[in-house]
């Protein structure tokens, strides 16, 4: 399984931006796909995650209102709209598949994959 991450960049405080994550190399019906996020100094942390078959969606509380996650099944993708985006949110991001639903979809450790990370940076 390969996930290539994209979309991040700079923005100022307030913008907008959408992280995809492209999947391949199975067949995601069973999956669950995370992203979680690093910044400097500071350990990974969960951001959203998605079921693949039935897309429910979690959210960690620091993006719950500003962050929404989709997926597209024929593209094999999920997207991270981020919106109102503050400084704090800066990290790089990685997206991560799970080969089953997690009940723990907050730990990074659950996660049987990972794509290189992008750089979000929200300047003030």
């Known amino acids: 399984v390969q996930l290539q991450a994209s979309g991040g960049g700079l923005v100022q405080t307030g913008g907008s931006l959408r992280l995809s994550c492209a999947a391949s190399?199975?067949?995601?019906?069973?999956?669950?796909m995370g992203w979680f996020r690093q910044a400097p100094g500071k350990e990974r942390e969960f951001v959203a995650a998605?079921?693949?078959?039935?897309?429910?969606?979690y959210y960690s509380g620091s993006v719950k209102g500003r962050f929404t996650l989709s997926r597209d099944k024929v593209k094999n993708t999920v997207y991270l709209q981020m919106n109102s985006l503050k400084p704090e949110d800066t990290a790089v991001y990685y997206c991560?598949?799970?080969?089953?639903?997690?009940?723990?979809?907050?730990?990074?450790?659950?996660?049987?994959?990972w794509g290189r990370g992008t750089q979000v940076t929200v300047s003030s």
């Open positions: 998605i079921t693949w078959s039935g897309g429910s969606t």
């Open positions: 190399g199975d067949t995601f019906s069973n999956y669950m």
């Open positions: 991560a598949a799970a080969r089953v639903t997690l009940s723990l979809y907050d730990r990074s450790d659950e996660y049987d994959y």
